[in-house]
């Protein structure tokens, strides 16, 4: 029943406005939990929140009180009037409700989820992406990816949401390989750095002067770095010393693989660490000291300079090396200071572990040298021993010792190798992949003999090949083989099924009728330098081998047998399938590369 109204001439006051309008401004029961709002406290709402609505303050004190009186002769006149209130019950809304305006803020970075090592990254449909070519997130990120750095700096500036999404690939990239161009400074590299906070693996190739800076900016940029290359072009000049990087190496602890380039200024260095695996250095020269304190070193590799004025003790160097690294399993070392006695050095340091010996440029070294290393590395799977004075006598000693170890074998610019020994050496080791005997046969009248290589070709123990040479191999799994320079060899016949790179570089004086080639899976062979009828002798031997192991069509003969017939496709029979699962796949076809 409703209460008494007045009648419609009768002024009506502000108090009693507000309650005939009243059931516009809403409902007074509550909008979270449906209970009436008076004298009730909504346990839905935060901590922080007493559950009153905000009122604006009015400026003057007047009306103030005029909005108090008015609410309260409203509240005098509700009460006067009998109402029934049935609770709503309203369900309750999401914790984290978002209003509709704020969708248009919503970037690539707020709909990507974090990217995870081993799950695939997820995507939600974001507006922002599809203005920009209509491209589906999981399909910008999987193209994005392949872009290199540059192209991902350039992509960033297209919107926003490639350039989130770019921001998300810098951060979940692990390894980087960048070029730093002659006129970036290194606000460049630790830019771009900054960006990769997992980096893991760094390459990077300098084109201009490279100092202590730089392995700052990287110890700063990448705490978790496992992995760093520094390559260096032919005009700058590496200035990081020693100490500098002895220090980088010390406070890395998580850096287990270093390659750097141009190191001629180092002077000499301590490296202390137990979690470096693998070390190669370049353009060594002069070294006054050298430490290794590597328990866990494997792989080392010191290319020293070829100046005349080097001043390094290899000898030293080499037995600290085997006597503070115990588990070297990899050595390589190149450098015209290689004697015997470092040889010797190297030999006795207890390496049963080593599985790989490069010794390269040692005029020095000779068969005694290949003696003591036959005696005190047993398990060796390559050795290479180019530029030594070593014969064939020390050939004999290295098949006797690694008949069922070694694969691979370079003996290139040892003078004192015949074409006996190259045989003798195909022969006893079956399991040989890879030999090199460049610039061992040589003719004496050779241009490089006389210019290039004369202080190589001129050792103590040095014989002058007068008479040209021919030579025989005939191996089952040999397939790499580089005669490069052998201008001495007239004659070659190779019978090695498994051959697909042969290197006859140089080869002036073969003659193209005494060159025998039966090699079916033979792919390349490099004959730069060579006479174009030779060429053309190489060319239609491998064509012709490819032409016969082409299938053929079904032949038959006659009735009296006289005469073969080529049978048309349409009347041979075709092959089942299960035919054509054993039948033989084509080869491909052999390329002759005659560039230089």
Known sequence: MQ????????????????IKRGKKRGSYNCGRCGVPKKGHKCPLTPEN?????????????????SI???????????????????????????????????????????????????????????????????LPANCLWEVLKRLPPVGLLSAAKVCRGWRETTRKLWRAS???????????????????????P????????????????????????????????????????????????????????????LKMEGCCNLGGFIFSSTSLSTLWLSDLHSLSKMVFNCPNLKEVSLDFSRQENDSTDLTTVVESLGRSCPKLQNIHIASVLLSHDAVLALSAANLRALRMLSLVLGSEITDASVAAIASSFPKLELLDLSGSSISDSGIGMICNVFPETLSKLLLALCPNITSSGIQFAAAQLPRLELMDCGMTICDADS????????????????????????????????????????????????????LHDLNLNSCRNLHPERLLLQCPNLESVHASDCDDILVKTIETQVYNDYSAVENQFNSKRFPDGSKRVRVPYFCSPQPSDDEKKWRRPMKRQCAVIMDS
Not at 12 to 18: E, G, N, Q
Not at 77 to 104: E, G, N, Q, Y
Not at 190 to 195: H, I, P, T
Request: glycine share 4%; with cysteine; hydrophobic share 35%.
């Open 3 to 18: 209460g008494h109204l007045p009648h419609p001439a009768t002024p009506i006051s502000d108090a009693a406005f507000l």
């Open 49 to 65: 929140d007493d559950g009153s609505t905000p009122v604006s303050t009015p400026s003057s004190a007047a009306a103030t009180s």
């Open 68 to 134: 108090a009186a008015t609410l309260s002769s409203a509240s005098a006149a509700s009460a006067s009037v009998k109402m029934v209130t049935t609770p709503v019950v309203r369900p309750t809304p999401p914790p984290s409700r978002r209003r509709a305006l704020s969708f248009d803020d919503v970037s690539v970075a707020d709909s990507i989820d974090e990217l995870d090592d081993e799950e695939p990254f997820e995507f939600e449909e974001d507006p922002d992406l599809y203005t920009s070519g209509k």
């Open 174 to 196: 692990e390894e980087l390989r960048l070029r730093v161009p002659a006129k970036a400074q290194i606000g460049f590299v630790g830019s771009v750095l900054q960006k990769c």
């Open 198 to 257: 997992g980096l893991l693996t760094l390459s990077l190739r300098i084109e201009s002067d490279v100092d202590a800076t730089m392995l700052a900016c990287i110890a700063f940029s990448c705490p978790n770095l496992q992995s760093l290359e520094i390559f260096t072009s032919d005009s700058c000049i590496n200035r990081i010393t020693g100490d500098e990087l002895s220090r980088f190496i010390a406070e890395k602890r998580c850096l287990t693989s």
């Open 447 to 498: 241009e490089k003999f006389e210019d290039h290589d004369s202080e190589l070709q001129r050792t103590p123990n040095s014989k002058m090949h007068l008479i040209y040479q021919k030579l025989i191999i005939k191996h089952s799994r040999l397939k790499k083989l580089s005669l490069w320079g052998c201008s001495g060899l007239d004659a070659l016949c190779l019978n090695c099924p498994h």
